[in-house]
């Protein structure tokens, strides 16, 4: 679950929240004083998501993932 905190709050315990994004990979929803969101997140995690957005972008993949998803929808109707 996100944790949220507002702008001031980070900046008081800056270091914990780090540590809970890296040590939990807990991400942080931060409310800056314009009411602007922003979301701390750890390295791996920010990796990983543009591993998948690079992924789901390919239309190659995007074919590949259609066809592995009515596999599995296939699969799950003969069985039940």
Partial sequence: ?????TD???????????NGVTDRQKPVMVTTGAGEEVV???E????NLRANQRIL????HQVWIQALLRQV???AV???
Avoid at 57 to 60: L, T
Wanted: net charge negative.
């Fill in 1 to 5: 679950m996100m944790e949220h905190v």
């Fill in 8 to 18: 001031s709050e980070l900046q008081r315990k800056l270091c914990h929240y780090l």
């Fill in 40 to 42: 701390l997140i750890s």
């Fill in 44 to 47: 791996a995690d920010y990796q």
């Fill in 57 to 60: 972008g390919d239309p190659q």
């Fill in 73 to 75: 929808q296939d699969k």
């Fill in 78 to 80: 003969h069985t039940s």
